[in-house]
């Protein structure tokens, strides 16, 4: 192992491809670890999560390394690793977690007790979530790693759907996580507000959950007109502020049984400007009484771009009375991965799930990165991902 390189976030509205470190079997705060593995980086995805650290949303300091969507080939393990092998293909959660503290031993895998000393949960490449190292790069270190890892059954086999598994990591368990917690079952009306590609994981996840209807919203027409041709009725903010009527036009009926938010603290309202809370009040709107709101859009303690001091501590004005009135039921927080990453794969798998085409999912070298993130940022309706190797292009 040599040469390692990854994405680096510059500061606001920049990103470099760099030189970086090889990567040790070592926690953050220089503790040796031997339950570590070293990764052969296979696939890195873009996300939006990024996005909102490399716009200067957060508090993220320059030099981090970025990227926590990420599948690998294991290349080095350390002696207390027992379950995985040199060579093994593996899916791995955005999260970090220990598997020992209370809540991993819960299934709550997205707030890990101790593996971040500011907060519950970590997570690879991410501003406040414990320091570890991103993956947007060559090589990475991952933790824990007979807990955390998916490992591929077949590597022939896996590689042949890469495309699609790269996906396991993040937004397909995300955007399924916010589907089953917005209560979506068989003949479920299900709005889904965004229409990238965690939107339209969600919208897949909520398909292939059993939903009679599944409406995707944006202003984005490119984003819209691809959520059409994979199969999901478009719904067109920019053509009126009553999101109830054009629900109904739609269905029949301006409610909905369950609504999911996959937009999150940037939100934009018709006014071209950024009204954060806009979304959670349109949840709560549209959903009917008695039903249920999943909320994956990411939602920060700390954002020094926004539009008022409230909203740079994180404190919204939503409509909460409104949601009580109606019995709603609300989710948040960090997808606990391994909950579905394993059903998700075989899924995958055995072909009912062709999240890739979904999201469309578009293959670039590591160097073209920043290209990546300046597009994405754009609004283009792809889901990137990242080929450090140069392993998927053939």
Not at 87 to 112: E, K, M, Q, Y
Not at 215 to 230: P, Q, S, T
């Amino acid at each position: 192992m040599s040469g390692n390189r990854g994405v680096v976030y510059i500061g606001p509205g920049k990103v470099e491809v760099q030189n970086i470190a090889d990567p040790k079997l070592e926690a953050p705060n220089g503790r040796k670890i031997e339950h570590a593995v070293i990764l052969k980086v296979v696939s890195t995805n873009i996300c939006g999560s990024d996005q909102h650290m490399v716009r200067g949303r957060t508090t993220a300091e320059p030099g981090l390394v970025l990227g926590h969507e990420i599948t690998g080939e294991v290349v080095e393990k350390g002696v207390d690793v027992e379950m995985l092998e040199i060579g093994d293909i593996v899916s791995v959660p955005f999260n970090v977690a220990c598997g020992r503290c209370r809540c991993c031993l819960s299934g709550d895998t997205g707030v890990c007790l101790t593996v971040n000393p500011a907060r519950a949960g970590g997570a690879y490449g991410y501003v406040d979530m414990g320091g570890w190292i991103g993956g947007q790069a060559r090589y990475v270190m991952v933790p824990y790693a007979d807990f955390n890892l998916l490992k591929f059954p077949d590597r022939d086999r896996a590689m042949s759907k890469i495309r699609d598994l790269t996906m396991l990591s993040d937004i397909l368990p995300t955007g399924f996580h916010g589907a089953v917690k917005a209560g979506v079952g068989v003949g479920s009306i299900v709005y889904v507000a965004g229409a990238g590609p965690v939107g339209l994981a969600a919208a897949a996840s909520a398909r292939i959950l059993g939903a009679a209807v599944v409406m995707v919203g944006d202003f984005n027409k490119e984003r819209l007109d691809h959520a059409a041709k994979v199969g999901f009725e478009p719904v067109d903010l920019s053509k009126s502020d009553r999101l109830g009527d054009m629900i109904e036009q739609i269905t029949g009926t301006p409610e909905v049984d369950s609504a999911i938010d996959a937009v999150g603290f940037e939100a934009r309202g018709h006014s071209g400007g950024e009204q954060p809370a806009i979304v959670l009040n349109q949840m709560m709107e549209i959903t009917r009484a008695a039903g249920q709101i999943g909320i994956p859009g990411l939602y920060v303690t700390e954002d020094p771009g926004a539009v008022d001091s409230a909203a740079k501590q994180g404190s919204l004005s939503l409509r909460f009375g409104l949601g009580w009135a109606k019995a709603q039921s609300f989710h948040t927080g960090q997808t606990p991965v391994l909950k579905y990453n394993r059903q998700l794969m075989q899924a995958i798998l055995h072909d009912r799930l062709p999240i890739a085409d979904i999201v469309n999912a578009t293959i670039i070298p590591l160097d073209q990165a920043v290209q990546g993130y300046e597009s994405f940022d754009q609004g283009v309706a792809k889901k990137y991902v990242l080929d450090p190797h140069g392993g998927l292009a053939a």
